[in-house]
């Protein structure tokens, strides 16, 4: 009997010890030194259009600090497009699981050397399940979410392509 509670323990223990272990797979840290993105802040001027410009642009602007300075280095263009799908319909022609995927197109340029820095396409995809049949409440409050993750993800991408990209004092056609 003594031996199956040890066992158990152990068992236990490991169970344990793998739950913390694969809920920490997916770590990120919360603060990272991001020296390029650094002299874009409260220096940049922003055009923003597309699908959910304003979610976009509320995001950017919590990472730049300001939408437009009065004397600004660079500019940041922002095109977005949102396609939206029923992945699962049900017998009774409801849809039950749906993607959205925003292709969003991000040019900064070099507004002293009129000259593009970087342009990149970010592609981010996720789904979303309906909540009920009859009301849309969850729904609409899963497709929300689902939105702002996928936006915050694809924004946080493009700056660190920034970081990976190098001086941004350097044009695209100068590389």
Same mark, same amino acid.
């Given at each position: 009997?003594?031996?199956?509670?040890?066992?158990?323990?152990?068992?236990?223990?490991?169970? =344990?010890?793998?739950?913390f272990?694969?809920?920490?797979?997916?770590?990120?840290?919360?603060?990272?030194?991001?020296?390029?993105?650094?002299? *874009?802040?409260?220096?940049?001027?922003? +055009?923003?259009? %597309?699908?959910?410009?304003?979610?976009?642009?509320?995001?950017?602007? %919590?990472?730049?600090?300001?939408?437009?300075?009065?004397?600004?280095?660079y500019? *940041?263009?922002?095109?977005?497009?949102?396609?939206?799908?029923?992945?699962?319909?049900?017998?009774?022609?409801?849809?039950?699981? +749906?993607?959205?995927?925003?292709? =969003?197109?991000?040019?900064?340029?070099?507004?002293?050397?009129?000259?593009?820095?970087?342009?990149?396409?970010?592609?981010?995809?996720? +789904?979303?399940?309906?909540?009920?049949?009859?009301?849309? +409440? %969850?729904?609409? *409050?899963?497709?929300?979410?689902?939105?702002?993750?996928?936006?915050?993800?694809?924004?946080?991408?493009?700056?660190?392509?920034?970081?990976?990209?190098?001086?941004?004092?350097?044009?695209?056609?100068?590389?």
């Amino acid at each position: 009997m003594l031996y199956y509670y040890n066992l158990m323990k152990k068992y236990i223990l490991l169970f =344990i010890a793998m739950f913390f272990v694969t809920s920490c797979a997916n770590l990120e840290f919360v603060y990272k030194d991001s020296r390029q993105v650094n002299y *874009l802040k409260n220096n940049t001027n922003l +055009f923003i259009n %597309g699908d959910e410009a304003d979610d976009i642009y509320n995001h950017i602007i %919590g990472i730049l600090e300001s939408a437009n300075s009065y004397n600004p280095n660079y500019t *940041l263009s922002i095109n977005s497009k949102r396609i939206e799908e029923a992945l699962v319909v049900e017998k009774d022609a409801t849809a039950s699981k +749906f993607s959205i995927e925003y292709t =969003i197109k991000y040019s900064l340029y070099n507004i002293n050397k009129n000259c593009k820095i970087i342009e990149v396409i970010n592609i981010t995809k996720d +789904f979303y399940d309906s909540k009920s049949a009859g009301y849309s +409440f %969850g729904t609409d *409050l899963s497709k929300k979410e689902t939105n702002t993750k996928i936006i915050s993800k694809n924004i946080d991408q493009f700056i660190s392509s920034i970081d990976r990209y190098g001086d941004l004092n350097n044009c695209s056609s100068e590389n």
